[in-house]
Every structure is written in structure tokens, then in C-alpha cells.
């Protein structure tokens, strides 16, 4: 075997083990969440730790459903989350053709500005975003995590779309607009659909952003009316 198909094949060891280690550092976590969900109690603090459970059980399962209101946790996730991203998702389409389209004398600056903005750690605004909401009767409401998981959101939605847009050719765009097409009209009709990948990037990054949130879905909701994320933290309310 020659020597460069010695270095094909050792490549393309090395990116199959380097593969293998990314996904088992990925699944791993959801693998050993998985594993334990079908311990009992006994064998959950059994010690030395079973890593396989002896004796798999649906004890778990059906307590999350019977003793905990766990459909609603997940459809209020669910609506908190889609609206959230539906949100974040116009509203940084509209910031980002601006920052990648227009003639901005300070380009660099307002994107600059963008990612300290997105720096501000979320437990400084508990205190604020709180008496707002209260001020403005949403607690307990959707809109009480709606509007600032989108707000939390648009900082990085924003960058991953600018740096789509700026990678579409502006001819095309013109090319719409000489055929009667308006510059939202090309917007909407032209862009979007050529930085789709970036546009269903933006929109998973605000998804699980929103999804996974703890602090906010804890504080201004009641426990009934949790997301999911919070559902299981009764104690510290």
C-alpha cells in the first residue's frame, strides 16, 4: 500500500475516532439521564453506582405524569419558546438587513454594541424586568417571558443573520427590485430564503435559549403556570 494511501486511510481513522468522541461527549449526558430514569429508588443511591439498571422501572415516568401537571409544564415551554423565537426572529431579520444593507457610518460599533449588550448577565435584570411586569399586571402570564426571552434572544439571532446577509449578493436583491419587487418585498421573497440556513440557526439558538431558561420562568410565573424548565424547583418559590 503506497504511502498516501496509507495517510488516506490513517485521516479518515482519525476523523472517525475524532467523530466517535464528539458524539459520545454529546450523548453521553442524555445517555446517562436516560439510564437513570429507569432506576428505582433503591438502586438511585445505591452505592458503589450501577451505571446499567439491574432492574428497569416506569415508577419515574408515571409519577412525573400522575403527581406533576408535566403536559402543561411542556405546552407552556412550548408556546413560551415558539413565540419567543417567531419574535426574535422578525425582529433581528429587520435589525440585520439594516446593519448588512445600509450605509451605516458606525457599522462596527452598533455590532460591537450588540455583543456587550448580550454580555449583561440575566440576574442583574431579574430585579427590574420583575417590578415591570408587575407594574404592568403580567405576572403569571406568557407575555411575562415572552418579551424578554425575545429581547434576550435578538443579540445573537442579530449577528448569526448579519453575517448571512452580507454573504448574498446584492445583485439579486437589485435584480428583484428592477422587476417591481420592494426592498421588504426583497427582503421577505429574496433574502430570506437564500439564508435560510442562517435563519433556522438563529431560530434554534432562540428556541433553546428560551426552552432551557431557569431564572426568568421561576420568578414571574406562579408554579402552575411554569415552563418546564422551572416545573420541578417548587421548594424555592
Given at each position: 500500500?503506497?504511502?498516501g494511501?496509507?495517510?488516506?486511510?490513517?485521516?479518515?481513522r482519525?476523523?472517525?475516532f475524532a467523530?466517535?468522541?464528539?458524539?459520545?461527549?454529546?450523548f453521553?449526558?442524555a445517555?446517562?439521564?436516560?439510564?437513570?430514569?429507569?432506576?428505582?429508588e433503591i438502586e438511585?443511591?445505591a452505592?458503589?453506582?450501577?451505571?446499567?439498571?439491574?432492574?428497569?422501572?416506569?415508577t419515574?415516568?408515571?409519577?412525573?405524569?400522575?403527581?406533576q401537571?408535566l403536559p402543561?409544564?411542556?405546552?407552556?415551554s412550548?408556546?413560551?419558546?415558539?413565540?419567543?423565537?417567531l419574535?426574535?426572529l422578525?425582529?433581528?431579520a429587520?435589525?440585520?438587513?439594516?446593519?448588512?444593507?445600509?450605509?451605516?457610518k458606525?457599522?462596527?460599533?452598533i455590532?460591537?454594541?450588540?455583543?456587550?449588550?448580550?454580555?449583561?448577565p440575566?440576574?442583574t435584570?431579574m430585579v427590574p424586568?420583575?417590578?415591570?411586569?408587575?407594574g404592568l399586571?403580567l405576572?403569571?402570564?406568557?407575555?411575562?417571558?415572552?418579551?424578554?426571552?425575545?429581547?434576550?434572544?435578538?443579540?445573537?439571532?442579530t449577528?448569526?443573520?448579519?453575517?448571512?446577509?452580507?454573504?448574498i449578493?446584492?445583485?439579486i436583491?437589485n435584480?428583484?427590485?428592477?422587476?417591481?419587487?420592494?426592498?421588504?418585498?426583497?427582503l421577505?421573497h429574496?433574502?430570506?430564503?437564500l439564508?435560510a440556513p442562517?435563519?433556522f440557526t438563529a431560530g434554534?439558538l432562540?428556541?433553546?435559549?428560551s426552552?432551557?431558561?431557569f431564572?426568568?420562568?421561576?420568578?414571574?410565573?406562579?408554579?402552575?403556570?411554569?415552563s418546564i424548565?422551572?416545573?420541578?424547583?417548587p421548594?424555592?418559590?
Open positions: 500500500m503506497s504511502a494511501l496509507n495517510n488516506f486511510f490513517t485521516a479518515k482519525l476523523r472517525w467523530a466517535a468522541i464528539v458524539l459520545l461527549n454529546g453521553f449526558p445517555v446517562w439521564i436516560f439510564f437513570t430514569s429507569l432506576k428505582g438511585l443511591t452505592k458503589p453506582i450501577t451505571y446499567w439498571p439491574q432492574n428497569p422501572v416506569l419515574n415516568y408515571i409519577a412525573a405524569f400522575r403527581d401537571p402543561g409544564y411542556l405546552l407552556n412550548a408556546i413560551v419558546a415558539i413565540l419567543s423565537m419574535l426574535s422578525f425582529i433581528s429587520l435589525a440585520a438587513y439594516a446593519i448588512a444593507r445600509l450605509n451605516l458606525r457599522r462596527n460599533l455590532l460591537t454594541g450588540i455583543i456587550a449588550v448580550s454580555m449583561f440575566l440576574v435584570l424586568l420583575f417590578e415591570i411586569m408587575r399586571n405576572l403569571n402570564s406568557y407575555v411575562a417571558l415572552v418579551l424578554p426571552y425575545t429581547v434576550l434572544n435578538l443579540p445573537i439571532c449577528l448569526v443573520l448579519v453575517s448571512f446577509f452580507q454573504d449578493p446584492r445583485d436583491e435584480a428583484a427590485m428592477i422587476d417591481g419587487c420592494t426592498r421588504m418585498g426583497a421577505w429574496v433574502v430570506m430564503p439564508a442562517g435563519v434554534i432562540a428556541f433553546v435559549n426552552w432551557d431558561e431564572l426568568l420562568s421561576m420568578s414571574m410565573n406562579a408554579a402552575e403556570n411554569s424548565g422551572a416545573a420541578f424547583e421548594t424555592t418559590r
